[in-house]
């Protein structure tokens, strides 16, 4: 199946968290799910993101039983930044990732990937973090922040999307001024998008039904 991708707008907006329930109803409707985390920074000992992923995984997948943390990974760096910034001997090779992401392919049905940061987050100088997107072939599933100000970084995001002809899903994750949401941000994104958007506290089963009905059989 297409692996599906979750970036977001920003760091600390919940992607994650989307990856891990999506995990969860992958896992307990039968799909042999995997997890992937290529690039994370500010790691000390233990990468934490791609421990959760892990932890998630290894609840229905027998295949990652006996992985670490540091196995979905295909790098990690110490300073809490941009991959490209944190790579301070510049190390990172797009080969090394591709090939992390194909190896955990071979241990599941759907590969569920996590981002770093959000879409122009730069992994290369001049290769951001939807090049990647676009180049694994994922289905992107972009997570948007409830949050006063998130209309401008989701509108920025939604058109980069759409100028690369990338194929998308977008959500909002309740989880900051979700109280105000419903007054500062929703009146626009019902007027804009009424058909588009869903919360992820919401929405996930639906999309989810609606991506294994259309994902092609096959890893591209």
């Not at 309740?174 to 869903?198: C, G, I, M, Q, T």
Request: aromatic share 10%; hydrophobic share 45%.
């Amino acid at each position: 199946m297409q692996p599906i991708f979750i970036s977001a707008t920003g760091t600390d907006v919940g992607k994650t968290c989307t990856a891990v329930q999506l995990i969860d109803r992958l896992g307990r409707s039968g799909i042999r799910v995997g997890a992937c985390k290529p690039i994370e920074t500010g790691v000390g000992n233990v990468p934490a993101d791609a421990a959760r992923l892990l932890e998630a995984v290894q609840r229905y997948n027998p295949a990652f039983a006996t992985f670490e943390a540091h196995d979905l990974c295909a790098y990690t760096f110490l300073l809490p930044a941009a991959p490209f910034c944190a790579d301070k001997a510049a190390t990172i090779s797009l080969d090394k990732i591709f090939d992390k992401i194909r190896q955990l392919q071979s241990h599941c049905d759907l590969l569920i990937i996590e981002g770093a940061g959000g879409l122009m987050v730069p992994i290369l100088s001049d290769y951001m973090m939807i090049d990647l997107a676009r180049d694994i072939g994922g289905h992107i599933l972009l997570v948007v922040s409830s949050e006063l100000g998130g209309i401008n970084a989701t509108l920025l995001s939604l058109e980069m999307l759409k100028s690369r002809q990338l194929p998308f899903d977008w959500c909002v994750n309740l989880y900051r001024n979700r109280e105000s949401f419903d007054r500062v941000s929703r009146p626009y994104y019902d007027a804009a998008f009424p058909d588009e958007w869903w919360t992820l506290q919401e929405g996930l089963d639906t999309f989810l039904k609606h991506f294994l009905n259309r994902s092609p059989l096959g890893i591209r």
